[in-house]
């Protein structure tokens, strides 16, 4: 089974920093990875497929890359309404599966 | 607009059996797979299944399979999940979601509302 080791599981920055978190999978996945922004209370949120895809309506600050096993989310500049936990998404349809990072909780400092 | 409403929220005791739902509107419901997302008090996202409700197809993450039973009415659009017998463990919320694209799991572009259960005697 595909493993998603996401980090850090939290961080604390200040408004206007640039923000990343990784997930790396324990084997190639090829751009099969997604990124989700999760609010206390709500349900997560869509915010790029496919590794660096950004959803419609999603602001320009938040972005995704790939380098081998390697998946990056940035924040380029950190809002006061981006405090979320963040989550990694990996999925696959041969068979379907699905296996989600541990989660980044992201703090204003 | 898409739309995927859950059931209210549960409150069970050890051993009962419960069933939750997602009742899925404004698209065809029969074309895109539903999955089921586990989160338990203060925790992640765990992926329990997935399932197809053309034909029911169903896959199982393999730590939930044997533990949980998923379903699906095309006729009713509505999909499920069950538990013959109900653990203190599975106090979570429930969620219900969908892809983005018919006939491909990919990014979940949609998401029920959630469904608390929460299991104490």
């Known amino acids: 089974d595909i493993q998603m080791t996401q980090s850090p599981s939290s961080l604390s920055a200040s408004v206007g920093d640039s923000v990343t978190i990784t997930c790396q999978a324990s084997q190639d996945i090829k751009y099969y990875l997604n990124w989700y922004q999760q609010k206390p209370g709500k349900a997560p949120k869509l915010l790029i497929s496919d590794a660096s895809d950004l959803e419609t309506g999603v602001p320009s600050r938040f972005s995704g890359s790939r380098s081998g096993t390697i998946f990056s989310f940035t924040i380029s500049s950190l809002q006061p309404e981006d405090i979320a936990t963040y989550y990694c998404q990996h999925y696959d349809n041969l068979p379907p599966t699905v296996t989600f990072g541990g989660g980044t909780k992201v703090e204003i400092k | 607009e898409v739309q995927l409403v859950q059931s209210g929220a549960e409150v069970k005791k050890p051993g009962e059996s419960l069933r939750i739902s997602c009742k899925g509107s404004?698209?065809?419901?029969?074309?895109?797979?539903v999955a089921w997302v586990r989160q338990m008090p203060g925790k992640g996202l765990e992926w329990l299944g997935i399932i197809y409700p053309a034909d029911s197809d169903t896959k199982y993450s393999p730590v939930f399979q044997g533990q949980v039973t998923i379903s699906a009415d095309k006729s009713i659009t509505t999909a499920y999940l069950q538990w013959s017998s109900l653990k203190a463990s599975d106090t979570a919320i429930y969620y219900c979601?969908?892809?983005?694209?018919?006939?491909?799991?990919?990014?979940?572009?949609?998401w029920g509302q959630g469904t608390v259960v929460t299991v104490s005697s």
């Open positions: 404004g698209y065809s419901f029969s074309s895109y797979w």
């Open positions: 979601a969908r892809p983005r694209h018919n006939d491909l799991v990919t990014g979940f572009a949609y």
